[in-house]
C-alpha cells in the first residue's frame, strides 16, 4: 500500500518531459480506484479476497461514500490506488480475478440496460488506450461476431474504432471480393460430415468482415459489402455465422480478420483491386485464342468449344479481380459448378497459361502489379485454425494424391478435409488433377498424358522451326517424333508464321492401279472406292485424287457407292436397269425372287414352292423392283406367269448374275452340292 502512494508521489513529481506518460498512468490508476471503491458499496460480497486483505490493511474499514462521489480523504486514496496497483500489475496472482470484478461493478453502475461492448468500453476511453483494449478483451466473449470485428476484441490488440469511412474505403481497394485462397483455408472449417461448405459466400462475407474493424458505427456490414462489389450481404453473413461456424467458435476468425484488417492499414498490399474491377469483366476481359490453340496442340488436349472459353474467362477474371459474378451470358446454368471443377482439373501447362494471359490483360491497361498477392501469414499471431495452413501441406505428396484420385471428392476424403479446401490449394500451386475431365476437354489419345512432355520438347516453337525449316525433316517425321498427327505439325506451323514447303504436285506411281483399272471397278462395276483403296494399300484421298487426275468423275458422298455384285466378275457389264437394281444389300435375294416368278400360277405358288416366306413379302419383293426398274417385269395376265417383253431381258441378265454368283459361293464352301435349276425358270428365246 505505501509502494502505490511513493508510485503516485514519483509520477506527480517527476521530470516535465515524462508528464505525459505520467499522466496517462495516473488517469489509469484513477479510472480503476474510482470503479474499485464504488463496488465496494455494491458487489462487495462478490470481492475476490486480495480486496478484503487490502481493506484489513487499512483498517478494515468501508470507505465512506456518497451516492455520487468516491471520497478524497487518505483512507480512500489508500484502498483506490493499492487495489489499482495490483490490477495493473501483470505479476501479481490476483490482478486477473481482480480486474474481472473491476468491470463487474462498473457494469452494475450502469443506470440503463444498455450493457453492451461499445456502452462498456465507452466509459473506459477517457483513462487511455492500453485500459481500453483490456477492457475490450475481457468483454469479447459476450460480444457479437459484428462487435467483436469492430473493436478488434478477439486480436491480441484490442482498439478503439476511431478510422474514418476514408480509411474503410482505402482499404477495400486491397481486398479481392472473395477472401485470398490461402487464408480462406486456414478459416474454412473442416467438414464434420459429407456436406460441402457453400465457400463462395464465405470467402465474400470474410472478405466484407475485412472492413469493419475500426470503422465507424454507422459503415455496418450492409454498408461495407457494395464496396467490394458483394451484394448478397444476407447470403453471405448466414454463410459464416448460422452455417459454417455454427457449432465452431468463431474467436479464430474475428481474430484473425482483425489483425489482417489492422495489417493492411500499416502495410498496405501492392494490388489496387479497385482500380481492376472497373475495366476487368466477364466481356472485357481479353484470351489470345491463337495461343490458346497452340497450347492445346503442344499437349494433346481436345480445344473444346466456346463453354471452355467461358470457364478460361472466368478462371482469368478471378486471377485478376478475385471472384467471377454474375456469370457470363449464354453460360450454363451449371456454370458455377462446372468453375469449382475446372479450378480442380485444369493442368498446370493450362493455369501457368491464364496467368500469363492475366499479366498480359495487366499490362495492356498499363498496370504494374503482381497477378495475385496474399498477405504472409506473419501478419497473425496467437491463432489455431480452423481448417488448414497451406504451408502445413506438402506439395510432392499432394500431387501423387492428385495423380490417384479421380474426383474431388476422393482427393477431399484422402486428406480429411473440405472439397474447397482441396481446390483452393490447387489454384495456390497451380496444380491440376492428372485424369482427363469432360469440364476441361478429354484427351484426344490416352497416350498424350504420358508423352506431354515429349510434345512440349518436340513442338516448342524454336524446335519446331529448327526440326522443319533448318533439318529439313517433313510433317510426318515431325508428328512421328510428337507422337501426335501431321495436321497437328501443320497447324502449329502457320500459327508460328512458318511457311510451308510446297507439296510434290506428281502423284506417285501404285503397282496395280490403272486408269482402266479404275475405270472397269469404279464406273462400270459401281464399287466403292473406300473399298478399292484398301484392296490396293492406299489411301482413299490418294486414289480419290488419282481418280480426279484420270478425268474418272467421283460419285457425290451422299450418292449410290454401293453395288452388291461388284465382287462378282461378269461377263458383260451391266445394263443401265440393272444397275439400278443391284445398288441396295438385298439386291441378290430379290433378283433371285423374280427370277422364280416364271411358270407359276400365282404370286403364293411360287412363294410356296421355293420356301420365301408369306406371298405378301414375296409379291413385295417383285413389286420394289418393277419400281426401281421402272417397268413392269411379269404379265400378270399370263396364266401361267410369264416375263414381259422387256422383263425377259432383264430376267435373263439376271440368270447371268444369279449364276455367277452361286458358282462364287460354290467356291467358297466345297464339297456343297448344288441343286439341279427348275427348268420351268429358264428362259429362251422362243
Not at 456502452?119 to 459484428?146: C, F, N
Not at 411360287?606 to 414375296?618: M, P, Q, V, W
Amino acid at each position: 500500500m505505501l509502494a502505490a502512494q511513493r508510485y503516485i508521489t514519483t509520477l506527480l513529481n517527476g521530470e516535465p518531459a515524462a508528464r505525459p506518460t505520467a499522466l496517462a498512468e495516473v488517469k489509469q490508476r484513477y479510472a480503476l480506484a474510482w470503479r474499485i471503491l464504488r463496488g465496494l458499496h455494491t458487489i462487495a460480497d462478490r470481492a475476490p479476497e486480495v480486496l478484503h486483505t487490502v481493506v484489513t490493511e487499512c483498517g478494515g474499514e468501508l470507505p465512506q461514500l456518497t451516492s455520487e462521489d468516491v471520497g478524497h480523504d487518505a483512507h480512500n486514496a489508500a484502498i483506490g490506488t493499492a487495489l489499482a496497483r495490483i490490477a495493473l500489475h501483470p505479476g501479481h496472482a490476483d490482478h486477473e480475478a481482480l480486474f474481472e470484478w473491476i468491470l463487474e461493478a462498473d457494469r452494475s453502475l450502469l443506470k440503463t440496460s444498455k450493457n453492451n461492448i461499445g456502452a462498456m468500453a465507452d466509459r473506459w476511453t477517457w483513462s487511455g488506450p492500453e485500459l481500453v483494449g483490456r477492457v475490450l478483451a475481457k468483454l469479447d466473449p459476450q460480444a457479437t461476431l459484428h462487435a467483436r470485428l469492430r473493436y478488434a476484441s478477439a486480436s491480441p490488440r484490442p482498439r478503439w474504432p476511431d478510422l474514418h469511412a476514408d480509411a474503410i474505403t482505402r482499404r477495400a481497394t486491397m481486398i479481392p471480393a472473395m477472401l485470398w485462397p490461402g487464408w480462406t483455408m486456414r478459416l474454412l472449417p473442416r467438414p464434420k460430415d459429407n456436406k460441402d461448405p457453400r465457400a463462395g459466400t464465405f470467402r465474400r462475407g470474410c472478405s466484407s468482415f475485412l472492413l469493419l474493424p475500426g470503422g465507424p458505427p454507422q459503415l455496418n456490414f450492409e454498408r461495407v459489402g457494395p464496396l467490394l462489389g458483394n451484394h448478397e450481404i444476407n447470403t453471405d453473413r448466414d454463410s459464416i455465422e448460422r452455417r459454417l461456424y455454427l457449432d465452431h467458435d468463431l474467436t479464430p476468425l474475428a481474430s484473425t480478420l482483425a489483425q489482417l484488417a489492422r495489417a493492411l492499414d500499416q502495410h498496405g498490399s501492392p494490388i489496387d483491386y479497385a482500380r481492376r474491377r472497373a475495366p476487368f469483366t466477364s466481356t472485357t476481359v481479353t484470351l489470345d485464342l491463337d495461343r490458346y490453340a497452340r497450347l492445346c496442340a503442344q499437349q494433346g488436349w481436345n480445344p473444346g468449344q466456346r463453354h471452355r472459353v467461358l470457364l478460361m474467362r472466368a478462371y482469368l477474371l478471378m486471377l485478376l479481380t478475385g471472384e467471377v459474378r454474375p456469370p457470363p451470358e449464354g453460360a450454363s446454368y451449371r456454370f458455377a459448378w462446372h468453375c469449382s471443377e475446372f479450378r480442380f482439373h485444369a493442368p498446370r501447362a493450362l493455369r501457368s497459361f491464364l496467368r500469363q494471359q492475366a499479366e498480359d490483360n495487366l499490362t495492356h491497361h498499363k498496370i504494374i502489379e503482381p497477378v495475385t498477392w496474399e498477405p504472409p501469414q506473419a501478419w497473425v499471431a496467437g491463432v489455431r485454425w480452423p481448417g488448414l495452413s497451406p504451408t502445413d501441406v506438402v506439395t510432392a505428396e499432394f500431387r501423387d494424391l492428385l495423380a490417384m484420385a479421380g474426383t474431388v471428392h476422393e482427393a477431399a476424403d484422402a486428406l480429411g478435409l473440405a472439397t474447397e479446401h482441396v481446390r483452393l490449394y490447387c489454384d495456390l500451386t497451380e496444380t491440376g488433377a492428372a485424369t482427363p475431365s469432360h469440364v476441361i476437354g478429354k484427351h484426344l489419345s490416352t497416350r498424350t498424358v504420358r508423352k506431354a512432355k515429349i510434345r512440349e520438347g518436340v513442338l516448342a516453337p524454336d524446335q519446331l522451326r529448327d526440326l522443319y525449316v533448318n533439318q529439313k525433316l517433313e510433317l510426318t517425321h515431325i508428328a512421328n517424333l510428337a507422337s501426335c498427327r501431321p495436321g497437328t505439325v501443320r497447324r502449329l506451323l502457320r500459327q508460328e508464321g512458318i511457311p510451308l514447303r510446297p507439296r510434290p504436285r506428281r502423284i506417285p506411281d501404285r503397282p496395280g492401279i490403272t486408269r482402266e483399272w479404275l475405270h472397269n471397278e469404279y464406273i462400270e462395276r459401281q464399287r466403292d472406292i473406300a473399298n478399292l483403296a484398301r484392296e490396293r494399300g492406299v489411301t482413299h484421298y490418294h486414289l480419290t485424287k488419282m481418280a480426279k487426275a484420270w478425268g474418272i468423275p467421283i460419285r457425290p458422298s451422299g450418292g449410290h457407292c454401293y453395288s452388291a455384285v461388284g465382287h462378282l466378275d461378269l461377263r458383260h457389264p451391266l445394263s443401265e436397269d440393272m444397275r439400278k437394281v443391284v445398288m441396295t444389300a438385298q439386291a441378290i435375294d430379290r433378283l433371285r425372287a423374280v427370277t422364280q416368278v416364271p411358270g407359276h400360277a400365282s404370286f403364293a405358288a411360287a412363294a410356296r414352292r421355293n420356301s420365301t416366306g408369306s406371298d405378301h413379302a414375296f409379291r413385295q419383293r417383285v413389286i420394289r423392283i418393277e419400281k426401281t426398274v421402272g417397268f413392269q417385269i411379269i404379265d400378270r395376265a399370263a396364266k401361267p406367269l410369264a416375263p414381259t417383253e422387256r422383263g425377259r431381258e432383264f430376267l435373263r441378265e439376271a440368270h447371268e448374275i444369279l449364276h455367277t454368283a452361286d458358282a462364287v459361293q460354290e467356291l467358297a464352301r466345297p464339297g456343297s452340292r448344288r441343286a439341279a435349276p427348275d427348268p420351268r425358270h429358264q428362259i429362251t428365246d422362243q
